[in-house]
Nanobody
């Protein structure tokens, strides 16, 4: 079993920054790709960013490229999402997730590729 706990969300003005953290317990994440997803009210959960097991391969949805940075510290079993130049459309609950399946070590964009999820952290960006 893996437990994922996100933190770092909050209320910020447009143009501001937040850094989300996702700490894992119960099992090491060092061999697994990790992803961040978000879900706004009334919308489906969507891919935000993902990183390979080593952190050398990353992937982002187009709308956050150049503003968000995903990183990881395997020694701390932690994944981060640095979010800069935040916009009101970034408002959502943000979830981290561990990738499973046969290609567990490479980033993925599909919700179904991830087998463990955190409880989420709220990010609200005011205009």
């Amino acid at each position: 079993q893996v437990q994922l706990v996100e933190s770092g969300g909050g209320l910020v003005q447009a143009g501001g920054s937040l850094r989300l953290s996702c700490v894992a317990s119960g099992r090491t994440l060092s061999n697994h790709a990790m992803g961040w997803f978000r879900q706004a009210p009334g919308k489906e959960r969507e891919f935000v960013a993902a990183t390979s097991w080593s952190g050398d391969i990353t992937d982002y949805r187009d709308s956050v490229k150049g503003r968000f940075t995903i990183s990881r510290d395997n020694a701390k079993n932690t994944v981060y999402l640095q979010m800069d130049s935040l916009q009101p459309e970034d408002t959502a609950v943000y979830y981290c997730a561990k990738k499973g399946g046969n290609y567990f070590y490479t980033p993925g964009r599909a919700y179904e590729e991830y087998d463990y999820w955190g409880q989420g952290t709220q990010v609200t960006v005011s205009s």
